[in-house]
C-alpha cells in the first residue's frame, strides 16, 4: 500500500568555502541574496521585495541560494547576524562568490559551493559536513 511518504536521503558533494558543521530545516531559493540590504541585520527577515523569500527568517535555516549579490558589506551584515545570534546555522552555495565567502568565513558559518542546489527544498532537513550535504 502506498502510504504517500518517500523516502529522499541523499548526499551532494562540493567545495568547502568555510569548513564546519551544521544541521537544521533548509530554506532554497533559485534567486540570489543580497545581504546588504536586502535582508534584516537585526531580525533575520529577508526584506528584499519581490524576493521569492520575502519575509522569510534566516536563522538558524540552512540557506539555500545559487549565489550572492551586492556590496561589499554584505560580509559584514552576515557577520553582524552571526554576533547577535541571528544567522543561519550554514549556507549553500551553486556558486559562492566574495561577498558571501568572506562572510560566512569571519562569521565561522559553515558554507559550501559547487551543489545542485535544485534538489534541495525548502522544509528539507539537511546536515553540512566538510564538503558533503545531506538531505535527510
Given at each position: 500500500?502506498?502510504?504517500?511518504?518517500?523516502?529522499?536521503?541523499?548526499?551532494?558533494?562540493?567545495?568547502?568555502?568555510?569548513?564546519?558543521?551544521?544541521?537544521?530545516?533548509?530554506?532554497?531559493?533559485?534567486?540570489?541574496?543580497?545581504?546588504?540590504?536586502?535582508?534584516?541585520?537585526?531580525?533575520?527577515?529577508?526584506?528584499?521585495?519581490?524576493?521569492?523569500?520575502?519575509?522569510?527568517?534566516?536563522?538558524?535555516?540552512?540557506?539555500?541560494?545559487?549565489?550572492?549579490?551586492?556590496?561589499?558589506?554584505?560580509?559584514?551584515t552576515?557577520?553582524?547576524?552571526?554576533?547577535?545570534?541571528?544567522?543561519?546555522?550554514?549556507?549553500?552555495?551553486?556558486?559562492?562568490?566574495?561577498?558571501?565567502?568572506?562572510?560566512?568565513?569571519?562569521?565561522?558559518?559553515?558554507?559550501i559551493?559547487?551543489?545542485?542546489?535544485?534538489?534541495?527544498?525548502?522544509?528539507?532537513?539537511?546536515?553540512?559536513?566538510?564538503?558533503v550535504?545531506?538531505?535527510?
Amino acid at each position: 500500500m502506498y502510504s504517500g511518504c518517500s523516502e529522499r536521503k541523499m548526499e551532494l558533494k562540493g567545495r568547502i568555502i568555510s569548513r564546519g558543521t551544521a544541521e537544521g530545516e533548509a530554506l532554497s531559493t533559485s534567486q540570489p541574496i543580497s545581504f546588504y540590504g536586502g535582508v534584516n541585520p537585526t531580525t533575520s527577515e529577508i526584506i528584499e521585495k519581490g524576493h521569492e523569500l520575502q519575509g522569510e527568517k534566516i536563522e538558524a535555516k540552512i540557506l539555500v541560494f545559487p549565489n550572492g549579490k551586492g556590496s561589499t558589506v554584505g560580509s559584514y551584515t552576515l557577520y553582524r547576524l552571526k554576533k547577535s545570534g541571528l544567522a543561519p546555522a550554514g549556507i549553500i552555495n551553486k556558486e559562492c562568490e566574495t561577498v558571501v565567502a568572506v562572510g560566512a568565513i569571519i562569521s565561522e558559518i559553515p558554507c559550501i559551493d559547487k551543489i545542485n542546489i535544485s534538489q534541495i527544498r525548502t522544509g528539507d532537513t539537511i546536515s553540512i559536513k566538510d564538503n558533503v550535504v545531506t538531505i535527510k
